[in-house]
């Protein structure tokens, strides 16, 4: 499977980066639906501000259905706010998630977003 805008996104999808990445989506669907507490202390901790890169758009489909690739190399959501699923408008929950992120990324394209060092973890429901 191929990425029509390589700088986007450029990692082999072997079958063990699309597990990871299924696991990933289910652990935010999880974690948004049963752990709100969670989500919004580890939104609170962490620094930065969305790069607009489009890469975490990319973490299951090959390409994002709503997202819109501009010139500059930047990218934007049709429907972000309107219609987008938790694991969209909440990405990313915690250091977790940037580096599912980083799996498909291209070198040099971080993530605008970091967490602490210590890597936080859910608190017991």
Known sequence: MSCDNPSVCCAPRT?????ILWRGVLRRFFLYAFNRRYVKRSAASRTG??????VCCHL???KCGWLRL????????RVYGLRCTPN???FPID???IADRD???PPGVPCGYS???ARPQPSPP
């Open 15 to 19: 079958l063990r980066v699309r597990v």
């Open 49 to 54: 501000e969305c790069k607009r890169c489009g």
């Open 60 to 62: 299951v489909a090959n």
């Open 70 to 77: 501009h010139a500059d190399a930047t990218s934007s959501c």
């Open 88 to 90: 969209c408008w909440a």
């Open 95 to 97: 250091a977790r998630d």
């Open 103 to 105: 799996l498909v990324a």
């Open 115 to 117: 967490f602490p060092s």
